[in-house]
């Protein structure tokens, strides 16, 4: 199975959104609500930031938002703080009941 | 709160087998209806599934890994456990331990470095 593709990088100013994108195919992302989101910051372990394409765990902030358009899903940071830096995985349940994860996207706040 | 807790060697040698255990705390592995999941991050380089176990034992395994890989389960400590036979350098990375709440991780350890190193 092969890695989701994410852009290797974003960035964006203090206070405006930017958006990552999660490409698969009807595979996974395409074929299933199951994307789920990951932000890992520096020596830490990942933490589950959106699952099921759009749905927020408790204490997630809600300027983080998912949603999903045919094979490719997207996370949307809103209100962009320097916190956010950090890197970002979307994760897909597969047609063949195993899991992939994407390719990483490091955030920058300038 | 759940906690969950990788242990192992640290190092291993070339062709041996990697062993790691994950110790789930806050939580049964029995009696809840999730499955239990590891994965790896080579250093400096993104996140990789390896596979997940049920209490039952049923097992799940990336097609890549699946001929190396085996995972076990021991209800009477409240862990599973990851193998990976025939190691080589690419193996060395970070392993996590995570629950897998219905399609989603939702609780993750903090990680063990496994070197393969002779």
């Known amino acids: 199975q092969s890695a989701l593709t994410q852009p290797a990088s974003v960035s964006g100013s203090p206070g405006q959104s930017i958006t990552i994108s999660c490409t698969g195919t009807s595979s996974d992302v395409g074929g299933y609500n199951y994307v789920s989101w990951y932000r890992q910051s520096p020596g830490k372990a990942p933490k589950l930031m959106i699952f099921e394409v759009r749905n927020r765990p408790s204490g997630v902030s809600p300027r983080f938002s998912g949603s999903k358009s045919g094979s490719t899903a997207s996370l949307t940071i809103s209100g962009l703080q320097a916190e956010d830096e950090a890197d970002f995985y979307c994760s897909s349940y597969t047609s063949s009941n195993t899991y992939v994860f994407g390719t990483g996207t490091k955030v920058t706040v300038l | 709160q759940l906690q969950l807790q990788e242990s192992g060697p640290g190092l291993v040698k070339p062709s041996e087998t990697l062993s790691l255990t994950c110790t789930v705390s806050g939580d049964s592995i029995s009696s809840s209806s999730n499955h239990w999941g590891w994965i790896r991050q080579p250093p400096g380089k993104g996140l990789e599934w390896i596979g997940n176990?049920?209490?039952?034992?049923?097992?799940y395994y990336n097609p890549s890994l699946k001929s190396r890989v085996t995972m076990t389960v021991d209800t009477s400590k409240n862990q599973f456990s990851l193998k990976l036979s025939s190691v080589t350098a690419a193996d060395t990375a970070l392993y996590y331990c995570?629950?897998?709440?219905?399609?989603?991780?939702?609780?993750w350890g903090q990680g063990a470095l496994l070197t393969v190193s002779s």
């Open positions: 995570a629950r897998l709440s219905w399609r989603f991780f939702d609780y």
């Open positions: 176990i049920f209490y039952s034992g049923t097992t």
